[in-house]
């Protein structure tokens, strides 16, 4: 599977932005999928996961409330709708992706086997 994100940018605080992990090379509605972000020296820090089954959305608590998660199996694509965006919102969003039929260790990069090209968010205050 491969995966691209996109729709980072620069956005005031209190601004929102959407993120889109497109996936090409076969379906991934098999697939957990993730957001991570990294920002410069820091370590790369879970923000959003939801899971192939039931659709389940977990969230960072940094963001829970602020960001929503989605997906559309159609288009092959998951979402990241970030909204009452802070200046430490800012950093580089990955999406990632597990094996198919796997929801184990959400909350941690290793567990996940995909992983794209990241896309620069930047919050200015």
């Known amino acids: 599977v491969q995966l691209q994100a996109s729709g980072g940018g620069l956005v005031q605080a209190g601004g929102s932005l959407r993120l889109s992990c497109a996936a090409s090379?076969?379906?991934?509605?098999?697939?957990?999928v993730g957001w991570f972000r990294q920002a410069p020296g820091k370590e790369r820090e879970f923000v959003a996961t939801?899971?192939?089954?039931?659709?389940?959305?977990y969230y960072a608590d940094s963001v829970k409330g602020r960001f929503t998660i989605s997906r559309d199996n159609a288009k092959n694509t998951v979402y990241l709708q970030m909204g009452s965006l802070k200046p430490e919102d800012t950093a580089v969003y990955y999406c990632?992706?597990?094996?198919?039929?796997?929801?184990?260790?959400?909350?941690?990069?290793?567990?996940?086997?995909?992983w794209g090209k990241g896309t620069q968010v930047t919050v200015s205050s």
């Open positions: 990632a992706a597990q094996r198919s039929l796997r929801t184990t260790g959400i909350y941690s990069a290793p567990a996940y086997d995909y």
């Open positions: 090379g076969r379906t991934f509605s098999s697939n957990t």
């Open positions: 939801i899971t192939w089954s039931g659709r389940i959305p």
